[in-house]
């Protein structure tokens, strides 16, 4: 499975190559690529846990409503579901479709050799980029804390976008800062490539984050405004 998805990034990652001839720059702009062709899957799931802020309220309400029925309240909440044409498990798919793709990054930037059939390529993972002298060996600290540090931002401004349920959950708030430490830990052992494309992404998922909540905040001011001309 992770080869099927490996190789063909893998023809990517030495096209690419091919006319950047510096293996660091290719990663980034790799990453880049990558990130934006993932992006509708994100926004996807952003403007789905935003629908699920929206409902969190209703949904409390029929919960409560129906504490000692189980059977109405689901049936309440389907209605509702149907209503507000929600569908919960919509939230799922992006994650899913993403996760094989991640492992198979992964796959390719850990062992590059394996799935590229170039002989140019068996030099190019060992070159040097900036302060790094060889992108096949870890980095010790510089890039895993980076990774960790974007890493803390990028999963902070997931939370954030999750129902209030979510966001208080103990096990929730711990890993905020339980996932980070461990990016860093991975990216000492990690090649250093693989830290670049870790690092490179999640600086990308923060922007594309905050261009997002603009968009939604911009969107929720225009609605409002609407509803109240309506009134007048």
């Known amino acids: 499975m992770t080869k099927f998805i490996a190789i063909p990034l893998g023809s990517l990652l030495y096209f690419l190559y091919s006319f950047i001839d510096n293996y660091g720059i290719t990663l980034i702009v790799f990453t880049v690529i990558v990130r934006l062709c ?3 899957l994100y926004a996807n799931q952003i403007k789905h846990t935003s629908k699920m802020q929206d409902l969190q309220p209703k949904m409390v309400a029929i919960q409560k409503k129906y504490a000692n029925d189980k059977e109405t309240m689901n049936q309440k909440m389907q209605e509702l579901y149907q209503e507000e044409k929600f569908n919960p498990m919509l939230g799922c798919l992006p ?6 793709i991640i492992i198979g990054l992964f796959a390719l930037l850990r062992n590059p050799t394996l799935y590229i059939d ?7 993972v060992h070159e040097s980029f900036l302060w790094i002298p060889d992108l096949s060996q870890p980095d010790s600290w510089i890039l895993p804390i980076a990774a960790g540090i974007t890493t803390y931002f990028s999963f902070s401004m997931t939370q954030s976008q999750s129902t209030s349920e979510n966001a208080a959950n103990p096990m929730m708030k711990m890993m905020k800062y339980f996932f980070p430490v461990m990016i860093v830990w991975m990216g000492r052992s990690f090649p250093a490539g693989l ?4 690092f490179i992404g999640n600086l990308i998922q923060v922007f594309q984050t905050i261009a997002l909540n603009k968009l939604k905040k911009k969107a929720k001011e225009e609605k409002e405004d609407s509803k109240k001309k309506g009134k007048k």
Do not use: E, G
């Open 38 to 40: 993932l992006f509708p």
């Open 95 to 100: 994650m899913l479709i993403q996760f094989p």
């Open 195 to 198: 830290t670049i494309y870790w």
């Open 118 to 124: 170039n002989s140019s390529m068996l030099m190019a």
